[in-house]
T-cell receptor, first 114, second 110 residues
Framework: SQTIHQWPATLVQPVGSPLSLECTVE??????LYWYRQAAGRGLQLLFY??????ISSEVPQNLSASRPQDRQFILSSKKLLLSDSGFYLC?????????????FGPGTRLLVL | DAKTTQPNSMESNEEEPVHLPCNHS???????IHWYRQLPSQGPEYVIH???SNVNNRMASLAIAEDRKSSTLILHRATLRDAAVYYC???????????FGQGTILTVHP
C-alpha cells in the first residue's frame, strides 16, 4: 500500500531563517506531487505541483520554492522565512487513476515563524 | 474554475444519518465531484468521488442530482469520529488542481 511521509511534524523558525520541508511517498511510481498551505482557520491553497523529476509548477508567487530531486521525493524550501509563511504545510500525491483525480495527503508540518 | 457552495456548518447526533449538501451550478461536463474531509490537526482525507451516477463506498454515499448542479454526501450513521470539515470540490480528469473552499464544519453530538 502507498504511504506518504512528511517531516518535521512541527517547526518553529525565526524570521529570515531558511526552510526545508521534506515529503516522500512509498509504494507507488511516477506520482503527481503537490504542496499545499493552510493558514489558521482557512482552506487549503495549492502552492506547487510536480508531474515528474525536476518538473515544478508554481501556483502562486511567493517566498517559497519546491524541488523534486527523486521520483518520490518533494521538497519545499525558502531562503528567508517571513512571518506570513506560518501555517500548516501539506504534501499530497496522486496517481493516474480512472475516473478523476484523487489526492492522498500526508500528516502535514506545522510551521510557526517568529 | 467551477465553484462549489456549501453551508458553513451543520450539526448531527451520533448514530443518525447526515446529509451534507453542495451546490455546483457551473459544473462542466467533465468535472468530477470530489469529497474530502479534514479532521482536526490532520491533512485532508479522501472520502468519495463521482461523475454522474450515485456512488457508495465504505465511508459514505454520494448522491448526484440528475442535472449535476448539486450533490449530497451521505454519512449513514454519524459517529463522533466523523466530526470534521467536509470539502466538496470539482476536478477534471487531468492531474489535479483541487481547489479547496471553506467547507462545512460538521459537529456530531453524543
Amino acid at each position: 500500500s502507498q504511504t506518504i511521509h512528511q517531516w518535521p511534524a512541527t517547526l518553529v523558525q525565526p524570521v529570515g531563517s531558511p526552510l526545508s520541508l521534506e515529503c516522500t511517498v512509498e509504494g507507488t511510481s511516477n506520482p503527481n506531487l503537490y504542496w499545499y498551505r493552510q493558514a489558521a482557520g482557512r482552506g487549503l491553497q495549492l502552492l506547487f505541483y510536480s508531474v515528474g523529476i525536476g518538473q515544478i509548477s508554481s501556483e502562486v508567487p511567493q517566498n517559497l520554492s519546491a524541488s523534486r530531486p527523486q521520483d518520490r521525493q518533494f521538497i519545499l524550501s525558502s531562503k528567508k522565512l517571513l512571518l506570513s509563511d506560518s501555517g500548516f504545510y501539506l504534501c499530497a500525491w496522486s496517481g493516474l487513476e480512472c475516473c478523476g483525480e484523487t489526492q492522498y495527503f500526508g500528516p502535514g508540518t506545522r510551521l510557526l515563524v517568529l | 474554475d467551477a465553484k462549489t457552495t456549501q453551508p458553513n456548518s451543520m450539526e448531527s447526533n451520533e448514530e443518525e444519518p447526515v446529509h451534507l449538501p453542495c451546490n455546483h451550478s457551473t459544473i462542466s461536463g467533465t468535472d468530477y465531484i470530489h469529497w474530502y474531509r479534514q479532521l482536526p490537526s490532520q491533512g485532508p482525507e479522501y472520502v468519495i468521488h463521482g461523475l454522474t451516477s450515485n456512488v457508495n463506498n465504505r465511508m459514505a454515499s454520494l448522491a448526484i442530482a440528475e442535472d449535476r448542479k448539486s450533490s449530497t454526501l451521505i454519512l449513514h450513521r454519524a459517529t463522533l469520529r466523523d466530526a470534521a470539515v467536509y470539502y466538496c470540490i470539482l476536478g477534471g480528469t487531468s492531474y489535479g488542481k483541487l481547489t479547496f473552499g471553506q467547507g462545512t464544519i460538521l459537529t456530531v453530538h453524543p
